[in-house]
Each structure stands twice: as structure tokens, then as C-alpha cells.
């Protein structure tokens, strides 16, 4: 035993035997490499103390680590005799693989994680290799210089520089077809109401004076403990309280004037839980006060994600249960003398706006019954008008096996093509589960953006959807300014709510068009959809399982197409976007023909007023090329009268065919395809356009077209290959 210990002290001793002054001054650069990587990866993590705190915590875990892990190493190295010189090795290996661990633990994927770890650990080494050059008292100052500005230009160029790709796209062309762009003041324009803002809050917030002594309203708190089976300690800690005792917390800004106004909520998603998030909606918030709209925003921090102590396993529902308890109270407050609220806010007129997960939280909430018909808590919904829900962003996954369905209720999604977080454009299926009464006014939107993110709806996320690390390798070149993406959320909502809940009808065509907000909106690709009770449909693809045979007795015959198939629509991730359509494919040509009957012509009560057609192109699934424009097939309407007239024309004469998105998400080009296994799957994502084709244009053409005998209806495609899914086809009415 004795032996053994000597010859073990022995080669304690001679752990470093190989490494002269050369290997431990270059050791220190992977020190510093790796003490950056902890750092930069904890920032990602933050403990909520404090920067500050923060950077000295992560630090001196570094060191500890560093210096007990790198000696490990090295002593086993000298015990298997390795002649290398092991204190450097060993700091080689601990710097690769913390990066690699770290990188795949953010979900980067092994061999991305394992690449960059060994491209970040010799440049660890080169760092340390400047540092040797740079301390040598043999090398003049010249050639020092030059061994600085080198490693230098290299670092600003990953941080800042972006290679170029293939994927750039152009903005829209508002002067194409029969489009004029709405005149006049855009929606974002601020309105004449003077408005003031405030805080209501427990009062007792441990991190935000305005919740605690500066709130102007204290609110209750309310006991969530019947959703939640587990509150951490830590998460108590930091907060201060537990899930009995969760606060309603809003920040106000309250229209001057005569009331009472329509109130909105506006409810943030999932962000770190130590980055308070709802201050991030101000932009909308003051807009939306100037035009005569109460807007909240509506404080849920406590629910989010925390690297401490995880999230709470039912926030989605907690979500939703909160929200309704600030309505609530809201209607509360409005019937206190003594409070800004009083006789000002009108109950019966609401619309809830959620980004993220809180988008789906609004929708859940219009749909309560759904998930809380045993709730003695949340009794008296049903006397509070919801009449609008807006998703920027939104989640969409099922909780409890059920999803949101939204009856007569005004809808509008908003989502960014280039967004790193939701990156799946989920809120299409909110927008199919969306339904109206046939005949009713009220209506569904989307507006897809191809240079939005995620993260920049809200003012205080920044520009990256992820916090460091995997946040530093996204693109961030191809995402419009902050300023820009919130332009097209305050057009776009604000010129929602003045049409649902004041009845404003100029900016109808806005939903039907994009193009027609033009002289409003940044220049950047859109892909919008519209629906309301208006339209009724000639082919409804998801109660179909006969390609041929519809309801009223509509057939369909169609010709000349390599496919031809009524399936689920899919989104980038290929997971089912909850319903159905048709798709055709075709080399050359095809021709695609809807015959109507006497029964189908009566439901139009001679009404007719457009072809509406919604479709999604599909050149990603026929080619692997990323070049942008793939193709350019050539589509044309042909509708046919029961007494023999024919007029076709091209689909671009009333709106260009929608091209497809194609999104680098890397920072790096040639390392794309691997960031996109697991999360971001495919560079492109099929979604709808909403094309609408007035009859008075067919009628234009030929002045014997009568719209009220409609027979028929055919899409001719050429100029393939091609492939497109078509999802409603029908005529909307006067």
C-alpha cells in the first residue's frame, strides 16, 4: 500500500512534466475561453440577483471547475504515462467539451454541438497562442499588432457579420391588379384621446416598485393552489409568494373622457421568469388609448419558465385562469367610486390580445367553457362580452385534449416567417377553428410576415428569439428593424379593434389585402387569409373523403395532374395544421373544374359578389433548391354561365401568386441544415393566401357574363412543375 501511495504521489508530481512555460501561457487562453463560454451561457441563465451577480457567480464557478477538472484530467493522463503535455490537454478537453455540453443542453443537436465545441476549443488555443506572442519579449510591436487585429477581425465577424444566402425575397408590389392603397391616416397613427397611464398591483412585488408602493390600485390576490401541485422553493423565494397567493398585477393606460371605452387586455407569453416581459407592449398600449381603447398590460412573470425552478406543469391553463381573474377585477374596479375604472369600462365589449403562449391563453379564455365549466372561480363569464381575439405568435398545443374553438368571434393572427421560437405558424389552426354563423359580418384574419420574428413584438425581448448561447448563431440579417415589426402590429390591430369593437368598416379591405395597407405598412413579404360568414364554400375538403362529389351536389372533375388528393394540410415541422385541402401537382399543365347545381346557386340567393379562392403554394415539396423564385407557374380563373359564356382571366391580374418564404435561420449558411434538426426542420412553410376575384371584373370582360348564373368555376395551371394546396374555394356574397 505504501508503495502504491509513493508511486501515486510520484506521479502527482510529475503531472506537469511536459508542460513548459510555452503550453501553460497558451492553457491560459482556453481559461479564458472557457470562462467566456460559462459566462455568456449564463447570462442565458439568469439567477435574477443581477448582472452583476450574476457575472461573479458563473465566474467563479468557472474557476473552481477549471481548476479541479483540468487537474483531474492532467493526473489521469500521467497515470496512463501519456508524454503530451497534459495541463494543456487537459484544459483542450475541458474547453471543447463544456462548449459542446452547453451548446447541447440549448438544444443545438450533437454533431452542431460537437463542431462548434472543437472549432471553439482551438480557437481557445490560438488565443492563448496570441497571448504567448504577445508576452514574449523577443517579438517586436509590429508584429504583435498584426497577431492582435487578426483573432480581432475574425470575433467581430461572427459576432456581427452574417454570410449571404439565397433566401432574400422581395417586398410587395401595391400597384399590381385592381389595388388602391387606402388613403388617409394609417391605423397606427395615434388617435385624439389623451390618455394616462398606471399601475395596479398586490403591492407587495419584491422586484417592481410599481406593483408594490407605486402602484396607484391595490388589487386582490387569488389562490390558484387547485392548478398548481407544485411551487419550489426557489421560485418563492424569489417571488415572495406561493400559489395561493398569486397576484393581479396590470399596467393601465386609460383613456380621458367621456366613457365608457372598450377594454383590452394584452397578455405576454413565455420568457425567462427573472426578464419581466409585460412592459414590453407600451407601443400598443399608447396607441391603442389614444383611439379611445383602455388597454392592460397584464403581468404573468411568476408563471414563466425559470433555469431555477422549471414552470408550472398546467401555465397554459394558469394562464388563461389569471386573465379571467383580471377581468374580474377589472369589473370590479368599475364599480368603485374611488377608482380610475368607475362607470368608464365597457364590460360587454372586450377583446383579449396574447403573444406566444398568451396568445393561446386569449383564445382559451374566449373558449372557457371548454376547460372550466367546473370552476365555481370563474362563474360570471358568461355575462362579459369577449368579441375579439388577436394571436401574435400564438401557441396552439392541446390541454387536457382539447383546443380553443371560437364561435362568432372576431380573430386575427399575426406571425413572422423568420420566427426562431413558435417557428411552426401554429396559429393557423386557431384561425380553422374559428367558425361563423352564415350571413354574419364578423371575420377572421391572418397576416403571415416574412422578415418578423418572435421576439421583437414585444419592445423589451430584443431581437434574438433565443437567450444565449443558441441565440448568438441565429440570423438576425434578414429581420426587419424592431420599429418596423411593431408598425405592422399597431396597423394591423389597431385597425382590428376600431372594426370589432367600435364597427368601423374602412379597414375591411386591409384583411382582404394586404397590398391595400401599403402606403401604412413597411416594406416586407405578406401572406394574408380572410373568412368571415359571408362566404360560402363550393368544396369543403375536411367533411370530404370523395374527391368528386361535394354537398349541394357540386362535382369536381379535374385533369392533367401528376397528384391529386384531399389530405391534411401540414406545417414546416410536417405535423398537421388541423384541416384539410386539396392538392394538385403538374408537369405541364392542369385544369382543375368546380360544376355547380340549382341547390348550390340558391344558397348564393343570387347574391354573388367575388370567387374566393385560398391556396398555398408547394414548390418546396417538388425540389430541394433554394433558389429564390423556384418557379413561376401561370394560374387562370375561368368561370362559365348556364347559358354558355366563358370568361377567363389570369390570377395575377388580381394578385400575384404568393410566393414561398424561404428562411436562413443559422448565422451561418453552410451550418444551417444543422441548426435545423429537431426544431426548425424545413427553410420554408406552406401557407395560405386569401385570393378574391370581384365578378364585376368578369363582367368587365364581357359584358353578357351574368354573375347570378354561375355554373361553373376551373383553375387552369401551366408553366410547370407545380404543386399548391387549395383549402376553400367558393363565392362571398353582397
Request: charged share 20%; aromatic share 14%.
Amino acid at each position: 500500500m505504501k508503495t502504491f501511495l509513493t508511486w501515486l504521489k510520484k506521479r502527482a508530481v510529475q503531472t506537469t512534466e511536459y508542460d513548459s512555460h510555452f503550453w501553460l501561457v497558451t492553457a491560459k487562453g482556453l481559461w479564458i475561453a472557457a470562462g467566456l463560454a460559462v459566462i455568456i451561457a449564463g447570462l442565458g441563465n439568469p439567477t435574477g440577483l443581477g448582472l452583476i451577480p450574476d457575472l461573479i457567480i458563473y465566474f467563479t464557478l468557472h474557476i473552481i471547475g477549471f481548476f479541479l477538472l483540468t487537474r483531474v484530467t492532467a493526473f489521469l493522463l500521467s497515470l496512463m504515462h501519456l508524454p503530451v503535455p497534459r495541463l494543456f490537454v487537459s484544459s483542450l478537453l475541458y474547453t471543447g467539451f463544456l462548449t459542446y455540453y452547453i451548446l447541447y443542453l440549448d438544444k443545438l443537436g450533437i454533431l452542431f454541438s460537437a463542431i462548434i465545441g472543437v472549432t471553439y476549443a482551438v480557437a481557445g488555443f490560438l488565443l492563448g497562442l496570441l497571448i504567448f506572442f504577445l508576452t514574449s519579449k523577443k517579438i517586436g510591436l509590429k508584429q504583435k499588432t498584426a497577431f492582435v487585429m487578426l483573432p480581432l477581425a475574425f470575433y467581430l465577424l461572427f459576432l456581427f457579420w452574417t454570410p449571404g444566402g439565397d433566401t432574400a425575397h422581395p417586398g410587395f408590389s401595391p400597384d399590381a391588379g385592381q389595388i388602391v392603397p387606402l388613403s388617409g391616416n394609417s391605423p397606427a397613427t395615434p388617435g385624439g384621446y389623451s390618455f394616462h397611464y398606471f399601475t395596479y398591483g398586490s403591492g407587495r412585488d419584491k422586484h417592481r416598485p410599481e406593483f408594490n408602493s407605486g402602484a396607484e390600485l391595490l388589487s386582490t390576490s387569488v389562490d390558484a393552489s387547485h392548478y398548481i401541485d407544485e411551487w419550489p422553493w426557489v421560485r418563492n423565494f424569489f417571488w415572495g409568494f406561493d400559489e395561493t397567493s398569486l397576484p393581479l398585477n396590470g399596467r393601465v393606460w386609460m383613456p380621458e373622457g367621456e366613457g365608457p371605452f372598450p377594454l383590452v387586455l394584452i397578455v405576454h407569453g413565455n420568457h425567462r421568469m427573472e426578464d419581466f416581459s409585460d412592459d414590453g407592449y407600451g407601443y400598443l398600449g399608447e396607441l391603442l388609448a389614444s383611439r379611445g381603447f383602455i388597454t392592460i398590460s397584464v403581468d404573468q412573470n411568476f408563471l414563466n419558465y425559470s433555469g431555477w425552478s422549471g414552470i408550472p406543469k398546467e401555465d397554459m391553463k394558469l394562464r388563461a385562469w389569471i386573465l379571467m381573474q383580471h377581468l374580474y377585477q377589472i369589473e370590479d374596479f368599475q364599480r368603485m367610486p374611488d377608482t380610475p375604472f368607475y362607470r368608464q369600462v365597457d364590460m360587454q365589449n372586450i377583446a383579449l390580445i396574447g403573444h406566444s403562449r398568451g396568445g393561446q391563453a386569449a383564445a382559451m379564455v374566449a373558449d372557457y367553457t371548454s376547460w372550466f365549466t367546473d370552476d365555481p372561480t370563474v362563474s360570471g363569464m358568461e355575462d362579459l362580452g369577449i368579441q375579439a381575439v388577436v394571436g401574435i405568435a400564438p401557441t396552439d398545443r392541446r390541454i387536457n385534449g382539447r383546443s380553443a374553438n371560437l364561435n362568432d368571434t372576431f380573430y386575427l393572427v399575426l406571425h413572422g416567417a423568420q420566427d426562431g421560437d413558435v417557428n411552426s405558424f401554429v396559429g393557423d389552426r386557431q384561425y380553422a377553428r374559428t367558425h361563423f354563423e352564415q350571413g354574419s359580418r364578423r371575420f377572421k384574419a391572418s397576416v403571415y410576415i416574412g422578415e418578423a420574428n418572435h421576439s421583437q413584438f414585444n419592445s423589451d425581448w430584443g431581437r434574438m428569439d433565443s437567450s444565449p448561447p443558441r441565440g448568438l448563431f441565429l440570423n438576425l440579417r434578414d429581420i426587419m428593424e424592431p420599429q418596423e415589426q411593431q408598425k405592422v402590429t399597431q396597423v394591423y390591430i389597431a385597425a382590428f379593434l376600431e372594426t370589432a369593437l367600435r364597427g368601423s368598416q374602412q379597414f375591411i379591405s386591409l384583411f382582404k389585402d394586404y397590398r391595400f395597407g401599403a402606403n401604412w405598412l413597411p416594406d416586407a413579404q405578406y401572406i394574408s387569409r380572410f373568412a368571415d360568414g359571408q362566404i360560402v364554400p363550393m368544396t369543403e375538403f375536411e367533411r370530404n373523403s370523395d374527391q368528386t362529389a361535394f354537398e349541394y351536389d357540386v362535382e369536381v372533375e379535374a385533369e392533367g395532374f401528376s397528384l391529386w388528393e384531399i389530405k391534411e394540410a401540414l406545417d414546416r415541422r410536417r405535423r398537421n395544421k388541423g384541416f384539410y385541402g386539396v392538392t394538385l401537382a403538374w408537369e405541364d399543365e392542369g385544369r382543375y373544374s368546380t360544376i355547380l347545381t340549382d341547390a348550390y346557386r340558391a344558397q348564393l340567393s343570387g347574391r354573388p359578389q367575388s370567387v374566393i379562392v385560398s391556396m398555398a403554394n408547394l414548390e418546396r415539396e417538388i425540389t430541394k433548391d433554394y433558389t429564390f423564385p423556384l418557379f413561376a407557374p401561370v394560374i387562370e380563373v375561368e368561370l362559365q354561365t348556364t347559358d354558355n359564356i366563358a370568361v377567363r382571366l389570369p390570377l395575377d391580374q388580381f394578385m400575384p401568386f404568393a410566393e414561398q418564404i424561404y428562411i436562413q435561420y443559422g448565422k451561418m449558411g453552410w451550418f444551417d441544415s444543422l441548426m435545423r434538426s429537431g426544431k426548425y426542420e424545413e427553410a420554408a412553410e406552406p401557407v395560405f393566401q386569401t385570393y378574391e376575384l370581384p365578378l364585376q371584373v368578369f363582367k368587365g370582360q364581357n359584358p353578357d357574363f351574368q354573375a347570378d348564373k354561375i355554373a361553373g368555376v376551373t383553375l387552369h395551371f401551366s408553366s410547370g412543375p407545380g404543386k399548391v394546396m387549395i383549402d376553400s374555394l367558393g363565392f362571398s356574397l353582397k
